[in-house]
C-alpha cells in the first residue's frame, strides 16, 4: 500500500524507489546516508525532475563502474581489494563483448570460409578479408586457451578447497551450456552436405562447426515464410543455441567476478584482454573491408546481415577495448 | 595546515590530484571546501556548499563526486553511530585542495587585474 503524499513514510519510499537506480555493490556501500540525505532533500523539494534524472544518471554510472565500464579514475583505491575487483569487473566484462563479437564474427567468418569450400573468392576483398579473419580466428583461439585455463584451474581449486554456491552453479551452468553448444555445433555441422572433395581455407568440419554454432545469426528471422520450411530440429537449434551462448557467457563472467584470482593471473589475463582487443581491430578490418565492398555476387556476398554484424561488433570491439582500459587502472599499469 | 605546507613540498604533482575528475572537478572543489573546516555528513555539506557558493549539489553528484574523492584517498568517511555518515579531508585532500585553489587563485588575480586595466573594473 502506498504512503499518503507528503508524510515522513512516503518520502522514505521514495528514496527506496530512487536507490534501485544504483547497483548492490553500491547500495551495500552507501545506502544509510544517502536515503538520509534523500528523504532531506524531498522533504524539501517534494517534486523534483531535475533530482530524479540526477539520480537517474548517477545510477547508471555506477552500473557501468560496476561492470568495469565506466571505472573510477584510480590511482590509489582505498577499501580492500577495490582493485582486484575493478579488474575482475572489467576482465569479465572484457570477456561478455568479447563473446558477443566473435558470436557475430563467426557468422561472418564461417560464410567467408563455407563459401572457399565450394570455390575461392574471384574478388581480392573477399580473398583478404577470408584470410585475414581466418588468421585472427587463430589468435582468438590461442588467446582463449591462454586465457581459459589458468582461469580455469583457479576456479576449480578454489572450488574444491571452498565448495560453495557462489562458484558450483556458475561453473556447472558453464559447462552444461559449452557441452551443448559443442555438441549441437558438432550435429548439426555434420548435417551440412559438404562440396564433394574441394578444400577451402580451413578444414571443412571447422567451417561446417563455425556454420552451425552461428546459425542463428540469420536474416531468415526477418522472413517467417522461408523459416518455415526449415526443419524443426534446425528451427529449434536456432532458438537455443543463442540461449545456450548467452548462459555460458553470463557464467563465465559471474565466475571471474566471484574468484580470488592472484595479482600475477590478473595481470596476465589483463594483458591477454588487451592482446585481443588488437587482434579484433584486425578482424573487424577484414570484415568492414569486404562489406564495404559488398563481396562479390553468389557465394562472398555481402549483404544487411552482414552490415548489421559488423556494426554490432564495432560496438562489442569498443566496450571491450574501454573493459581492458578499467582493468589495466585497476591493476595499476594502464598506458604501459 | 603545516602538514598540508609539508606534503605540498613533497608531492608537487598533487595539484593535479583533480585533474581527472573532469565534470566533477567544480562539485570536488565545493566538497573538498567544505570539508576544509570539519567533518560533515552528506546533508550538511549540501547546505554548506549552498551557503558558501550559492549552488544546491543534487544527492546523485554530490554521492558520485564523494565516491570518486574517497577512491582516490582525498577524503575518507568518519566512523559513527549515525545513519548519516561523516566525511572529512585527508591530508592528500588538503594538499590537493590547496594547489587546486591557489591555481584557480591565480587565474582570477590575472583575469581581475586585466579588467581593470582594460575596463576600469575590479
Not at chain 1, 321 to 330: I, S
Not at chain 2, 2 to 9: H, I, L, Q, S
Request: glycine content about 10%; overall charge positive.
Amino acid at each position: 500500500m502506498n504512503a499518503a503524499p507528503g508524510t515522513p513514510r512516503e518520502a522514505t519510499d521514495r528514496a527506496a524507489r530512487l536507490l534501485r537506480w544504483y547497483p548492490a555493490a553500491w547500495r551495500i556501500r552507501y545506502d544509510e546516508e544517502f536515503t538520509e540525505l534523500l528523504i532531506a532533500d524531498i522533504r524539501e523539494r517534494p517534486r523534483s525532475a531535475a533530482r530524479t534524472l540526477d539520480i537517474a544518471r548517477g545510477g547508471i554510472v555506477a552500473r557501468l563502474a560496476d561492470a568495469g565500464l565506466a571505472g573510477l579514475p584510480v590511482r590509489a583505491a582505498t577499501a580492500p581489494g577495490a582493485r582486484d575487483r575493478q579488474a575482475r569487473a572489467g576482465l569479465a566484462s572484457l570477456g561478455c563483448a568479447a563473446a558477443v563479437f566473435l558470436g557475430f564474427g563467426a557468422a561472418l567468418w564461417s560464410q567467408l570460409t563455407i563459401g572457399w569450400q565450394w570455390a575461392a573468392p574471384a574478388s581480392g576483398t573477399a580473398t583478404v578479408a577470408t584470410v585475414v579473419t581466418s588468421a585472427a580466428m587463430l589468435a582468438f583461439l590461442a588467446l582463449g586457451a591462454a586465457a581459459a585455463l589458468p582461469a580455469a584451474c583457479a576456479v576449480a581449486v578454489q572450488a574444491v578447497r571452498r565448495p560453495r554456491r557462489a562458484l558450483t552453479v556458475p561453473a556447472a551452468l558453464l559447462i552444461t551450456a559449452t557441452t551443448l553448444l559443442f555438441v549441437g555445433g558438432r550435429h548439426f555441422g555434420n548435417g551440412w552436405p559438404g562440396t564433394g572433395g574441394h578444400r577451402g581455407l580451413v578444414p571443412g568440419g571447422l567451417a561446417a562447426f563455425e556454420w552451425a554454432t552461428s546459425l542463428s545469426v540469420s536474416a531468415y528471422w526477418a522472413h517467417p515464410g522461408a523459416l518455415a520450411a526449415f526443419p524443426a530440429a534446425e528451427l529449434a537449434w536456432m532458438a537455443v543455441s543463442p540461449i545456450a551462448l548467452a548462459c555460458a557467457v553470463a557464467a563465465a563472467a559471474t565466475l571471474v567476478r566471484r574468484t580470488e584470482f592472484s595479482p600475477r593471473l590478473l595481470a596476465f589475463e589483463a594483458r591477454l584482454g588487451t592482446v585481443a582487443c588488437a587482434v579484433m581491430a584486425v578482424f573487424l578490418a577484414g570484415c568492414s573491408c569486404w562489406v564495404a565492398t559488398g563481396g562479390q555476387r553468389s557465394l562472398f556476398h555481402a549483404g544487411l546481415i552482414d552490415v548489421a554484424g559488423v556494426t554490432i561488433m564495432a560496438l562489442a570491439f569498443g566496450i571491450a577495448q574501454r573493459a581492458a582500459r578499467t582493468a589495466r587502472l585497476g591493476l595499476g599499469f594502464a598506458g604501459r | 595546515m603545516a602538514g598540508m605546507r609539508k606534503g605540498a613540498r613533497n608531492e608537487p604533482d598533487e595539484g593535479k590530484a583533480l585533474a581527472g575528475f573532469g565534470r566533477y572537478a567544480g562539485a570536488a572543489t565545493l566538497i573538498m571546501s567544505s570539508l576544509a573546516d570539519g567533518v560533515k555528513h552528506g546533508y550538511a555539506l549540501t547546505k554548506d556548499i549552498e551557503s558558501f557558493a550559492g549552488v544546491r549539489i543534487s544527492p546523485g553528484t554530490l554521492y558520485e563526486a564523494l565516491a570518486r574523492l574517497e577512491s582516490q584517498g582525498l577524503i575518507e568517511a568518519v566512523d559513527s553511530d549515525d545513519r548519516r555518515r561523516p566525511y572529512r579531508l585527508t591530508a592528500a585532500g588538503a594538499v590537493a585542495l590547496k594547489a587546486h585553489l591557489d591555481a584557480q587563485r591565480r587565474v582570477a588575480d590575472v583575469g581581475l587585474s586585466r579588467l581593470a586595466g582594460h575596463w576600469g573594473t575590479a
